[in-house]
């Protein structure tokens, strides 16, 4: 807080005038002294009376509009909002079905033991907080790349694939978004439906975002021969985004004779096939058959880029850990790629953290480690198959006029009911439940104690009777 003599005072009434009432300067001040300038010569009566200073901006603002008047309210996260709905439900039975963290069969958070292990290796070694390197740590980038693109990957052997380490796969859509931009796309491709993240990832990043088709609501199935059909008349050239497994939002992925016709078809357009990988391990359980695609279309000659999430399949979701990669012609040219995103990393975040990539790299050097999340990752994927048939099953014995075999044809964390908007809006109201507008369920929040209760009120809100 600034205190003027009353000399300074008298003088500053002169310059500013009379709005200037206050003795004292301070964060509740009526006036501001916005910048302050040694005086290199003599003369003046202000800077002598402040110790050799002028003032080249003094402004008066009692009444002043704020600097952020003009900024409206942003409307809330879909999901992040539906949280703060739920958290403030004090309905006892109530249901948060909308955001993607898998939880227990207790309804809560889980991490797996292995993690747990690796944590407290790492807190013996009392490691330091140094930062990483632009790309990240270097062993975790190449666990990582092994992880996907599989241990005799040929590329790999090659050097022809380079990767940096992300800030999850949310950092890694957004840095590859704007080295597509910088390098002439203009547009890219995604499913539609896709992750709602998506959409505005890219587009900050400058891309026009278009769709191409991938779910028929009507059979609640894959709508393969508009996909197909789309993806012919993209522009040669165009990036294409693929969700490598466990599509989110609808769960429902191609076959593996439905990849490789994707594949040719992605050939035929020369399209750049850009992979979300966000779920490897946790869809099936089996790491190596949810990274079958990504690995076909590498073995099919593609020169794909992949970005991949350790938020689920790792239960790390708030160590913010992911990779962004691309498969290279050549050693050279994937040397060259790598240093244009490491120049679009540096000013946005300058480099990832280390600790869950620590953690990360901790469990996948070693193969007794690997093989104890492979087995901790199958049984939470066994916990979301066997939630998926109890919710079949009930509403299925309550008599619904509706088919739900696709809850279990489906795959990951969601399953894609077909509920309209108001059907969930009224499941929402009446029943406490809360998932996402376009009726998308996480079957991690659903448990042993809550399927009935949730079968009962889906039952309700879609007969109307």
Same mark, same amino acid.
């Given at each position: 807080?600034?205190?003027?003599?009353?000399?300074?005072?008298?003088?500053?009434?002169?310059?500013?005038?009379?709005?200037?009432?206050?003795?004292?300067?301070?964060?509740?001040?009526?006036?501001?002294?916005?910048?302050?300038?040694?005086?290199?010569?003599?003369?003046?009566?202000?800077?002598?009376?402040?110790?050799?200073?002028?003032?080249?901006?003094?402004?008066?603002?009692?009444?002043?509009?704020?600097?952020?008047?003009?900024?409206?309210?942003?409307?809330?996260?879909?999901?992040?909002?539906?949280?703060?709905?739920?958290?403030?439900?004090?309905?006892?039975?109530?249901?948060?079905?909308?955001?993607?963290?898998?939880?227990?069969?207790?309804?809560?958070?889980?991490?797996?033991?292995?993690?747990?292990?690796?944590?407290?290796?790492?807190?013996?070694?009392?490691?330091?907080?140094?930062?990483?390197?632009?790309?990240?740590?270097?062993?975790?980038?190449?666990?990582?790349?092994?992880?996907?693109?599989?241990?005799?990957?040929?590329?790999?052997?090659?050097?022809?694939?380079?990767?940096?380490?992300?800030?999850?796969?949310?950092?890694?859509?957004?840095?590859?978004?704007?080295?597509?931009?910088?390098?002439?796309?203009?547009?890219?491709?995604?499913?539609?439906?896709?992750?709602?993240?998506?959409?505005?990832?890219?587009?900050?990043?400058?891309?026009?975002?278009?769709?191409?088709?991938?779910?028929?609501?009507?059979?609640?199935?894959?709508?393969?021969?508009?996909?197909?059909?789309?993806?012919? &008349?993209?522009?040669?050239?165009?990036?294409?985004?693929?969700?490598?497994?466990?599509?989110?939002?609808?769960?429902?992925?191609?076959?593996?004779?439905?990849?490789?016709?994707?594949?040719?078809?992605?050939?035929?357009?020369?399209?750049?096939?850009?992979?979300?990988?966000?779920?490897?391990?946790?869809?099936?359980?089996?790491?190596?058959?949810?990274?079958?695609?990504?690995?076909?279309?590498?073995?099919?000659?593609?020169?794909?880029?992949?970005?991949?999430?350790?938020?689920?399949?790792?239960?790390?979701?708030?160590?913010?850990?992911?990779?962004?990669?691309?498969?290279?012609?050549?050693?050279?040219?994937?040397?060259?790629?790598?240093?244009?995103?490491?120049?679009?990393?540096?000013?946005?975040?300058?480099?990832?953290?280390?600790?869950?990539?620590?953690?990360?790299?901790?469990?996948?050097?070693?193969?007794?480690?690997?093989? &104890?999340?492979?087995? &901790?990752?199958?049984?939470?994927?066994?916990?979301?198959?066997?939630?998926?048939?109890?919710?079949?099953?009930?509403?299925?014995?309550?008599?619904?006029?509706?088919?739900?075999?696709?809850?279990?044809?489906?795959?990951?964390?969601?399953?894609?009911?077909?509920?309209?908007?108001?059907?969930?809006?009224?499941?929402?109201?009446?029943?406490?439940?809360?998932?996402?507008?376009?009726?998308?369920?996480?079957?991690?929040?659903?448990?042993?104690?809550?399927?009935?209760?949730?079968?009962?009120?889906?039952?309700?809100?879609?007969?109307?009777?």
């Amino acid at each position: 807080m600034l205190i003027l003599r009353s000399s300074t005072q008298s003088l500053l009434r002169r310059s500013i005038g009379t709005s200037c009432a206050s003795t004292t300067l301070g964060a509740r001040s009526a006036i501001a002294i916005r910048s302050l300038v040694p005086v290199g010569g003599g003369g003046a009566t202000l800077p002598s009376l402040m110790g050799g200073w002028s003032t080249t901006t003094v402004r008066g603002f009692a009444g002043a509009p704020s600097p952020w008047a003009e900024f409206p309210q942003a409307p809330p996260d879909p999901i992040i909002g539906l949280t703060e709905a739920y958290l403030s439900d004090d309905f006892p039975e109530k249901v948060n079905v909308g955001v993607g963290a898998y939880r227990c069969d207790q309804g809560m958070p889980f991490v797996l033991p292995v993690v747990r292990e690796a944590e407290n290796e790492i807190n013996l070694e009392e490691v330091d907080h140094e930062y990483s390197g632009i790309a990240g740590c270097p062993n975790f980038v190449n666990l990582a790349l092994r992880f996907c693109y599989g241990e005799d990957s040929v590329p790999l052997k090659e050097k022809r694939v380079s990767g940096v380490q992300t800030l999850s796969g949310t950092g890694g859509l957004r840095v590859f978004g704007e080295v597509l931009h910088q390098f002439g796309h203009k547009h890219i491709y995604v499913p539609n439906p896709t992750w709602g993240n998506h959409i505005p990832i890219f587009t900050n990043a400058g891309l026009e975002v278009r769709k191409y088709r991938y779910y028929d609501n009507a059979t609640s199935s894959l709508d393969f021969d508009h996909l197909i059909e789309d993806m012919k &008349q993209m522009p040669d050239g165009s990036c294409i985004l693929l969700h490598a497994c466990a599509h989110n939002p609808t769960g429902m992925d191609p076959t593996p004779e439905q990849w490789k016709k994707i594949s040719n078809a992605a050939k035929e357009k020369n399209l750049l096939p850009f992979f979300d990988c966000a779920y490897q391990g946790f869809a099936s359980g089996d790491a190596r058959k949810d990274a079958a695609a990504v690995r076909m279309f590498v073995e099919d000659g593609h020169k794909i880029a992949l970005v991949q999430s350790f938020s689920k399949n790792f239960g790390l979701y708030g160590q913010r850990i992911g990779a962004l990669s691309i498969v290279a012609d050549s050693p050279e040219e994937a040397q060259r790629v790598l240093s244009q995103l490491k120049v679009h990393i540096r000013p946005s975040y300058s480099n990832p953290p280390r600790h869950g990539a620590r953690i990360v790299s901790k469990i996948l050097a070693s193969k007794e480690k690997t093989d &104890q999340f492979v087995k &901790q990752c199958m049984g939470m994927a066994k916990r979301i198959d066997s939630m998926r048939s109890k919710l079949r099953t009930a509403l299925e014995e309550l008599g619904s006029s509706r088919a739900w075999d696709h809850i279990t044809k489906q795959i990951g964390m969601f399953a894609y009911s077909g509920m309209s908007k108001d059907e969930v809006i009224e499941l929402r109201e009446k029943h406490h439940i809360y998932c996402t507008l376009d009726g998308r369920i996480s079957m991690a929040g659903v448990t042993s104690k809550n399927v009935d209760y949730i079968a009962r009120a889906i039952y309700d809100v879609t007969e109307k009777k």
